[in-house]
């Protein structure tokens, strides 16, 4: 098993889980916002830099 599947069954032998379906909706919120910020970091992580003379109006 994955170390992130290790962490979630851990988590969730301690957090209980909501039992309602507001609860649920918030949980889930709660997870595609972070994994979305988590993505978009990784992204700006993964994106080559450009020069620091780098001037996009100069012909190629």
Do not use: E, I, Q
Not at 27 to 37: D, M, P, Q, T, Y
Request: proline residues 10%.
């Amino acid at each position: 098993m994955s170390l992130a599947g290790t962490a979630l069954r851990r988590w969730a032998a301690v957090v209980p889980a909501p039992r309602t379906a507001r609860g649920r909706a918030l949980v889930s919120v709660a997870l595609g916002l972070s994994l979305g910020a988590a993505a978009t970091f990784t992204g700006a992580l993964l994106r080559p830099r450009r020069p620091a003379s780098y001037d996009p109006r100069s012909p190629r």
